[in-house]
């Protein structure tokens, strides 16, 4: 699959985004998934930028009363033959040649029913499930921008299609969405990206469905602009993790509840606070030169507010990216084994 240069990558998704929807719509139409009971555990395989989408489908279905199991494939490594960490695996790979959850999906042979979630179904993921949904075959960046939104917009249609859920009324509004806030959170995210890109260390907090933000932003300004991060749920935060900011850090909070709660002591202590939110109450410390709170659109179901919150994180990472001098195309190191040979 070729490769898009970020910024053009980042700003084809509204188009790239409405011919995946249509893509894992005809796939799912085509597809005989096995059937889902809500008393299984849906495990999921994934690493990386996949494994980070996970954390969104996890939150949506422990609001419906369904397990997930979302540890990373490579725990697995060296399970018993035959072991499954769920009693229905789905399979996250957007290249469809990551190592790990192949390898965790082949050693659970066929004890469950796998699914694969893919851009490539023709790549060695194919080999290890029953049925492999195709996200449609696009290009994308090295640092994942398309793939990891389509990924999120076929999380509610495979939920759709195995009983655990309805196709959320704004799926086929997501596009222009995106291509509004591409445009309408540029401000926002170029004010933002001037801490970043001269902090040591940023940190991204959240909870829920947004802590799939918190972790996909986390790993793109370390493969991005090449900037210390670290990712926290929100409570956990508050219990340490905090104590180590200083004025030379960055605080990213995504949420709307206690994450609008908490920034007078950052701002106290002379640390920086970034509140993503769609959130309209009051938040005490907004105008401060030290806070900036960025809203998001209200009223959109889960998975259309993550892909509302990871384009904005995408627009940081662009321009940090660009005051840093850092080019956003291939990776300092490699050979380090995350893809399987084509």
């Known amino acids: 699959m070729s490769s898009l240069p970020f910024l053009e ?48 489908l996890a939150s949506v279905l422990a609001a419906a009363g369904v397990r997930t199991a979302t540890p990373p494939a490579s725990e697995l490594a060296h399970a018993a033959e035959g072991f499954s960490v769920g009693d229905y695996l789905l399979v996250v790979t957007e290249s469809g040649r990551s190592p790990e959850p192949i390898a965790a999906a082949r050693r659970a042979g066929h004890t469950v029913p796998r699914i694969g979630l893919t851009n490539c179904p023709q790549a060695q993921i194919g080999s290890v499930v029953d ?70 260390s940023v940190d991204v907090v959240g909870q829920g469905v947004s802590f799939a933000a918190v972790a996909e932003l986390g790993l793109m300004l370390r493969e991005g602009p090449h900037v210390p991060s670290g990712v ?46 769609a959130s309209t109450a009051t938040i005490d410390g907004e105008g401060h030169d030290l806070a900036q709170v960025v809203r998001l659109p209200q009223g959109h179901s889960p998975f259309v507010r993550a892909v509302l919150e990871i384009v904005f994180a995408q627009l940081v990472i662009a321009e940090s990216a660009r005051l840093r001098g850092v080019v956003l195309e291939g990776f300092r190191f490699e050979g380090l084994g995350t893809k399987l040979d084509a």
Not at 11 to 21: K, Y
Not at 154 to 173: K, S, T, W
Request: net charge negative; no cysteine; hydrophobic share 45%.
């Open 232 to 277: 926290y749920e929100t409570y956990e935060y508050l219990h340490g993790p905090n104590e180590a900011v200083s004025a030379d850090s960055v605080v990213i909070l995504f949420g709307d509840e206690r994450e609008t709660e908490i920034l007078r002591p950052f701002l106290d202590a002379g640390t920086r606070v970034v509140l993503v939110t």
């Open 131 to 200: 049925t492999a949904i195709g996200l449609g075959g696009f290009a994308d960046s090295d640092v994942y921008t398309v793939g990891y939104t389509a990924t999120l917009l076929a999380y509610p249609q495979l939920l759709a299609a195995l009983g655990l859920g309805v196709l959320p009324d704004d799926l086929g509004q997501a596009p222009a969405l995106v291509r509004s806030a591409l445009s309408d959170l540029q401000p926002d995210a170029a004010a933002v990206a001037s801490w970043v890109a001269e902090a040591t």
């Open 9 to 56: 990558a980042m700003r084809s998704q509204p188009e790239q985004l409405e011919a995946s929807i249509a893509a894992v719509r005809d796939a799912l139409a085509g597809a005989e998934l096995p059937a889902f009971e809500r008393s299984m555990t849906l495990g999921v395989l994934a690493m990386g930028a996949s494994r980070n989408s996970s954390y969104a």
